[in-house]
């Protein structure tokens, strides 16, 4: 059984940066896609970014494209998103998430993904 565990949430300030860890005990991490995923209040669940299986090629959604990073340590099992220049509208929930059987084509899709963390909470101050 796969277990996610995401940390580092918390307060931070508009245009400030902090960074989301998720330490995974799958056996297949290597190879696995995994991707971040955030929930603001009143909404559903949304994409953030992604990295496909062990190509290393990353995934952004247009709303944190050249703010976030997300970033993978093999040997760690460890699922990073690096996060900067915060704005008021990520405030959310975020989450993490991992599949091993994942298509491209379904990176974004929060119905594909058999594993996630529990969630760690952001609260952007403006």
């Known amino acids: 059984q796969v277990q996610l565990a995401e940390s580092g949430g918390g307060l931070a300030q508009a245009g400030g940066s902090l960074r989301l860890s998720c330490a995974a005990s799958?056996?297949?991490?290597?190879?696995?896609?995994v991707a971040w995923f955030r929930q603001l209040p009143g909404k559903e669940r949304e994409f953030v970014a992604g990295?496909?299986?062990?190509?290393?090629?990353?995934y952004y959604a247009d709303h944190v494209k050249g703010r976030f990073t997300i970033s993978r340590d093999n040997a760690q099992k460890t699922i990073i998103l690096e996060m900067n220049n915060l704005k008021f509208e990520d405030t959310a929930v975020y989450f993490c998430?991992?599949?091993?059987?994942?298509?491209?084509?379904?990176?974004?899709?929060?119905?594909?993904?058999?594993?996630w963390g529990q969630g760690t909470k952001l609260t952007v101050s403006s």
């Open positions: 998430a991992l599949d091993e059987r994942m298509i491209l084509s379904s990176l974004r899709n929060t119905t594909q993904y058999d594993y």
């Open positions: 799958a056996r297949a991490f290597s190879s696995a896609t």
């Open positions: 990295i496909f299986r062990s190509y290393g090629r990353t």
